[in-house]
């Protein structure tokens, strides 16, 4: 079966850093795009952050650049978000998904829920004040 799977969620206070880690359960996966979004209840799904197959393209959200930072270790079938200076606002169930569609890693369309294949479960982060 095709799996991803997410880990790093929690608790923590405005400022504090966590890495969320969504392993791949084939090396296949290595050859896609991959991307970080967020949800609030109530809210659409939200664009954080994108990384091409090879690593060599990134994209971020205005609203964590300079914050976050997406990686991938193809070696591990793995692939992070680093989230450091976390807000309130960063709340949110974090998901990791994997674009196995599209050939080019362009920006607008990494930016699109609907143009990923393949989804994680979901982690929650919460930031508290």
């Known amino acids: 079966q095709v799996q991803l799977v997410e880990s790093g969620g929690g608790l923590v206070q405005a400022g504090d850093s966590l890495r969320l880690s969504c392993a791949a359960s084939?090396?296949?996966?290595?050859?896609?795009?991959m991307g970080w979004f967020r949800q609030t209840p109530g809210k659409e799904r939200e664009f954080v952050a994108a990384i091409s197959r090879s690593g060599g393209s990134t994209y971020y959200a205005d609203s964590v650049k300079g914050r976050f930072t997406i990686s991938r270790d193809n070696a591990k079938n793995t692939f992070y978000l680093q989230m450091n200076s976390l807000k309130p606002e960063d709340t949110a169930v974090y998901y990791c998904?994997?674009?196995?569609?599209?050939?080019?890693?362009?920006?607008?369309?990494?930016?699109?829920?609907?143009?990923?294949?393949?989804w994680g479960q979901g982690t929650q982060v919460t930031v508290s004040f």
């Open positions: 998904a994997a674009d196995a569609s599209s050939y080019y890693s362009l920006s607008r369309y990494l930016r699109i829920p609907s143009n990923y294949d393949y």
């Open positions: 084939e090396p296949t996966f290595n050859n896609y795009h």
